[in-house]
């Protein structure tokens, strides 16, 4: 908003002819510009990127391929979840695989596989739940679409 030049109260920028409180003519200064707010304030800022949401299905088809590795919850920004989720498969399946190794006398390759397809399918189902779940969220707290 302009100011006029002898009272200092201020005016419309089409009070050009004469000030409408003290009747100064011509009370705003000849080289007055308005402020072009686009240019101060950046509406939508530059500096941080617009977000953009992962997928429920996505996460759900991650959950059945890498389950066991955690891929699920790297992708829906869930990192600490995704850590414990390869430790406890370590755990798991290594500690199963001693078991029959040790106590079953059975061939390692057989040991390692038989716990890992166990864990593999509680992941299938899992995802086959996740797809379910209503509206479930990311580590950010938004939903996933």
């Not at 590795?69 to 755990?91: D, E, M, N, Q, S």
């Not at 390759?109 to 739940?129: F, K, R, T």
């Amino acid at each position: 908003m302009p100011y006029c030049k002898n009272c200092n109260q201020i005016i419309s920028k089409f009070d050009t002819d004469i000030c409408p409180y003290c009747g100064t003519p011509h009370p705003i200064e000849s080289g007055y510009k308005t402020m072009d707010m686009t240019k101060r304030y950046d509406q939508f800022g530059n500096q941080s990127p617009l977000y953009r949401s992962r997928s429920q299905k996505t996460a759900a088809i991650l959950a059945m391929a890498t389950g066991p590795f955690g891929g699920h919850f790297f992708y829906v920004r869930k990192p600490v979840a995704g850590i414990i989720a390869i430790l406890a498969t370590l755990l798991i399946v290594g500690g199963v695989a001693c078991a029959l190794i040790f106590g079953a006398s059975l061939n390692p390759a057989l040991a390692i596989l038989i716990p890992l397809a166990g864990v593999w399918l509680c992941h299938i189902v899992y995802g086959i739940l996740f797809l379910k779940t209503n509206s479930p969220k990311d580590g950010n707290g938004e939903f996933l679409r």
